[in-house]
């Protein structure tokens, strides 16, 4: 007589990679949008402190 059971367990191995996996783009994803904040902040500092020093050369004032 054949033994049958009642799971697979090449299916729950799938399931359990899977889940692996989602936690690991699920990191990448937010590292880059940590990063993509980041790199925003420090453009926005940049260019304000180039406007700000651009105004203080056309006033005529020197830092």
């Given at each position: 007589m054949k033994k049958k059971f009642t799971f697979n367990t090449k299916g729950y191995i799938y399931?359990?990679?899977m889940v692996v996996y989602m936690l690991y783009l699920s990191l990448i994803a937010i590292y880059t949008a940590h990063f993509n904040i980041?790199?925003?902040?420090l453009d926005n500092i940049e260019s304000y402190y180039e406007k700000q020093i651009q105004i203080l050369l056309h006033k005529g004032r020197y830092f």
């Open positions: 399931p359990f990679v980041q790199l925003k902040t």
